[in-house]
């Protein structure tokens, strides 16, 4: 079967740098996308990887390793803002979005 | 560039009626649309994925006579929640993918419920 792996829950703290993981199981492999999730919103497109390595953009970076299967989100100086869900998905050989169950990210000041 | 819009943003309606829900491409051609239902706490579950012109693909689970799909258009994908039950409440949000394009657009969502 496919599957994503990702923490349930994280706890940082405003102005802190936090980590989070995302390991894949899936059939074929063309791309991973790391997206934002407000509550009661829909998902906004955060990045991108295809490629081994990191991809940095603003406070925010995406690393990628296709021979393990894994990514993670790096997101810095954290904002209150940033408390939301982060989703990780793969695209797989048949162009399909395959979900992680997300990672409800809490910032306490 | 890339915006999907989505309409209804909330709708409220009573056990056993029809909803239609709207998802447009504003600014580029979505070859495929997308439909996925989402409950409180929970991650996204694809319901459906349409090509433009023909019959959607639903997933397993998804019933296709309750959960009609129309992409008539490069533009417009439409949903309609036949004979809706309370069980059928949530949030309903469309994504759109242009020709050649990796990246799925998503819209504001739906927010369904059925009393």
């Known amino acids: 079967g496919q599957n994503i792996d990702q923490p349930t829950e994280m706890t940082a703290t405003e102005g802190a740098i936090v980590q989070i993981n995302c390991t894949y199981q899936?059939?074929?492999?063309?791309?991973l996308f790391w997206y934002q999730q407000h509550a009661g919103e829909a998902p906004t497109f955060l990045s991108y990887?295809?490629l081994d390595g990191l991809e940095e953009k603003g406070r925010f970076s995406s690393f990628l390793s296709r021979s393990k299967g894994y990514s993670y989100l790096l997101l810095k100086e954290l904002q209150m803002k940033d408390s939301a869900s982060y989703l990780c998905?793969?695209?797989?050989?048949?162009?399909?979005?395959?979900w992680g169950a997300g990672t409800k990210l809490i910032i306490k000041p | 560039g890339a915006v999907v819009s989505q309409h209804p943003s909330r709708v409220i309606c009573k056990s056993g009626t029809s909803v239609k829900i709207e998802c447009r491409s504003l600014?580029?051609?979505?070859?495929?649309m997308f439909w996925y239902r989402q409950f409180p706490k929970q991650s996204l579950m694809l319901m459906a994925t349409?090509?433009?012109?023909?019959?959607?693909?639903?997933e397993q689970g998804v019933e296709k006579d309750k959960f009609l799909i129309n992409h008539a258009s490069l533009t417009l994908s439409t949903l309609t929640v036949t004979s809706a039950h309370p069980e059928d409440s949530s949030f309903y949000i469309c994504?759109?993918?242009?020709?050649?394009?990796?990246?799925?657009?998503f819209g504001p969502g739906t927010r369904l419920t059925v009393t």
């Open positions: 994504s759109a993918r242009g020709a050649g394009d990796h990246e799925q657009y």
């Open positions: 600014d580029f051609q979505a070859t495929t």
């Open positions: 349409s090509n433009e012109g023909s019959k959607a693909t639903y």
């Open positions: 899936t059939s074929g492999f063309n791309g």
């Open positions: 990887n295809v």
């Open positions: 998905a793969v695209l797989n050989s048949n162009y399909q979005l395959i």
